[in-house]
């Protein structure tokens, strides 16, 4: 049996849970079709999801078609839960795009169907809703083409357009020869020669779909059921099987992560190679590879024989994707329960092989997005990481060490929704997309955790990259150095998107390495926090001295640790002479620029123009199409959601926004944003050491 991993896709609203549930009725899974809004949908699980309408979390659910199984996974249609989308686009094989008939391409379509094709995902496209009144055929399949950029092939013509009677009549479209000519040279002579048969057709409609060359284009009603036969034709025949050897080297990636019954992990994974069992042991994390500990030889420090030693630190903690780094450590566990779906229903099964999707049971440490044995090869984010951020204000009767649980189980199923704890203010901030999202978690913290919460003003996540040079050390036992370790460190400016490198200058054997991989670790934490609170990134540390003082005890007695170097020695000095050698740098603050595209009717222009540029927009460029105005350009982050407000009343209700992250700039107006620091304060020496060694040396 083959096996198809599929995904659906759709900007809000176009009726993809209605289409998946109309899959399924059809497919004979299920024996009455839930309603979205009724809040009975088979994917539409969450209680928030059914009672809002909208899909938050993926699902998946299996169906048969004659002899291929469907992994269909129902993903979220917003812009605010865009994460969930990308985890599930490097699982499948291919994809059913969903557009209403109505609306047409929304930004959100625009931006889904770049992914697909830029990752290079079979896509056939459902244009759904056509019973409804204000449908379009013609002129929207060149809207199709024109804004999504694609070559399409109309698989059928509709009849009764815009009313309830509307059907879809099977056929491939008169166009689709010169289209698909335009790749196959076989086909092409055909053409030329008048001779094309229907087999050389769909041969090559086939091959070209699976090539991501064309894309197929039904039309029809989730509701009604017209359309839906055919498309399930064109998923059984166009879009390629699920490929893996059962018997190769294992290798899964887990796209979800959720908690059972009983608050234990559940994981889907997909399976990519090899076959999985209850009972296996199996390592699993994140990228593989090791940080960097080599470079060329230079000065060490002295070392000595006396001195306090202390622990460093944070007091605050974070999770989920704000330190910007990422996971490349391997864990190992046992699989303890596996289970996979078979006819809209997951089933305990004794092993998951290549090709399928598996819930796992048993690994307490595993993430979204981990590698399950031999590790694929890193996956890039499709979309932009959240640039948006809120603290979270418990209410007056909320329990905080509760909050901090639920807001850590969030996190833990969406790791691009960061969680930065400041245990000294007892305040937790989370990482966004939009306000949409805002609202979900408030609900998400009262439904399912009795937790009520409200939140501050969003604001925008700025970065930190070094302007220059500088260079700090402190020598063991000299000046006001409290902790026996010798540090030096070098910051400099490395290429945009590098993140942070880290390398010696002294030589590796010079001191222990638990003590170098100290050092690295403590630097790259420390820059979670900038001179003004900000990640820093873009940036080279190299270290430039090194000492320690070896192990001593007394006479016939153990270990003096008072006298020797230990660990903590390094963790607690790092902090001070890199921030030191920060300091010397400088810094600049970048914040986070959209690039956006607003059409609008050109006789708005003159009630648009001013409140983009009060908001800090700057058009690049403008296009007149008929009574249509098409302006591109980048506005900061922070006011996109305002401009999203406000446009609908500016262009009475016909301007279309579309926005996504593009780059950071440096902040070139007003006060430079302050982020409150969650750590014990490098900047502050004094502050510093009575945090972390009780004590001024």
């Known amino acids: 049996m083959h096996l198809l991993n599929l995904g659906i896709l759709a900007h809000v609203d176009a009726g993809k849970t209605s289409l998946t549930e109309r899959l399924l009725h059809s497919a004979g899974v299920i024996d009455e079709i839930g309603s979205v809004d009724d809040g009975n949908t088979r994917t539409d699980t969450l209680a928030l999801e059914r009672r809002r309408g909208i899909t938050i979390k993926s699902a ?3 169906f048969p078609v004659d002899d291929v199984t469907v992994n269909l996974i129902d993903t979220p249609g917003h812009p605010d839960f865009i994460a969930e989308v990308e985890r599930v686009l490097g699982v499948l094989d291919g994809a059913v795009l969903v557009v209403s008939a109505v609306e047409g391409v929304q930004p959100q379509t625009r931006i889904l169907m770049r992914t697909l094709q830029r990752l290079r995902i079979p896509t056939l496209l459902f244009v759904n809703k056509i019973d409804r009144r204000g449908a379009r055929y013609d002129d929207l399949l060149s809207e199709i083409s024109e804004r999504l950029r694609a070559a399409v092939v109309p698989m059928g013509s509709v009849e009764g357009l815009g009313t309830r009677e509307a059907g879809f009549l099977p056929a491939i479209g008169p166009s689709a020869p010169a289209v698909l000519a335009e790749h196959d040279d076989e086909l092409l002579t055909a053409y030329v020669e008048n001779t094309v048969s229907y087999h050389l057709l769909r041969t090559a409609l086939a091959t070209q779909t699976r090539q991501v060359l064309v894309h197929p284009v039904y039309f029809g009603s989730a509701i009604t059921g017209a359309g839906v036969d055919a498309l399930i034709t064109g998923i059984k025949e166009l879009l390629p099987p699920a490929e893996g050897d059962p018997q190769g080297p294992l290798s899964a990636t887990v796209f979800k992560v959720e908690r059972g019954p009983a608050g234990e992990k559940v994981a889907y994974a997909r399976m990519f190679s090899g076959t999985l069992r209850t009972r296996d042991r199996i390592t699993f994390g994140g990228t593989s590879g090791t940080s960097g500990t080599s470079g060329t030889s230079g000065t ?35 699989v303890t329960a596996i289970s996979v779906f078979d006819h809209g229903t997951d089933i305990d099964c004794d092993s998951v092989q290549a090709g399928r999707i598996g819930t796992l049971r048993g690994l307490a440490e595993i993430r979204i997005g981990d590698s399950i044995g031999v590790p694929r090869k890193a996956v890039e984010h499709f979309f932009a990481p959240p640039t948006l951020e809120t603290v979270v204000v418990p209410g007056p009767d909320a329990d905080r060490r509760a909050l901090h649980l639920a807001l850590t189980q969030l996190a833990e199923q969406d790791p691009l929704i960061g969680l930065r704890h400041d245990e000294v203010r007892r305040e937790t901030a989370v990482s966004l997309y939009g306000e949409v999202q805002k609202e979900v978690i408030q609900a998400t913290l009262a439904d399912e955790f009795g937790v009520h919460v409200t939140f501050r003003e969003t604001t925008a996540l700025c970065i930190e990259r070094p302007v220059g040079t500088g260079a700090a050390v402190e020598f063991n036992k000299k000046d006001a150095n409290p902790f026996l370790a010798t540090v030096g460190l070098r910051v400099e400016p490395a290429p945009v998107g590098s993140g942070v490198r880290f390398g010696l200058e002294v030589e590796l054997g010079a001191m222990p390495y638990a003590f170098f991989k100290a050092v690295e670790d403590t630097a790259r934490e420390t820059l979670g926090q900038g001179l003004h609170g900000w990640r820093v990134t873009d940036c080279a540390v190299t270290m430039t001295h090194s000492g320690y003082s070896a192990r001593q005890s007394h006479a016939h007695q153990g270990f003096d640790k008072s006298m020797s170097s230990t660990g903590a020695d390094f963790r607690g000095l790092t902090p001070l002479v890199l921030v030191e050698a920060l300091r010397r740098a400088g810094s600049q603050v970048y914040e986070p620029m959209h690039r956006f595209r607003v059409e609008a009717p050109a006789d708005t222009l003159a009630a648009l123009l001013p409140v983009l540029a009060a908001l800090r927009a700057v058009p690049q460029t403008t296009e ?7 302006l591109e350009g980048e506005v900061p982050a922070a006011q996109v959601h305002g401009l999203e407000r406000q446009l609908p009343g500016l262009t009475r209700g016909e301007g279309e926004w579309e926005s996504a992250f593009d780059h950071y700039a440096p902040v070139a107006h007003g006060i430079v944003p302050e982020r409150a620091r969650t750590d014990h304060n490098p900047l502050n020496r004094k502050e510093y050491l009575l945090n972390v060694t009780r004590r001024v040396a």
């Open 624 to 630: 007149t199409r008929g009574s249509l105005c098409v």
């Open 60 to 62: 998946v659910v299996s």
């Open 300 to 334: 060490s420090g002295t070392s000595g024989t006396s001195g306090t030693s202390g622990t460093g630190g944070m007091s605050g903690t974070s999770a989920g994707g704000d330190n910007g780094e990422t996971r490349k450590t391997r864990d190992e566990g046992k």
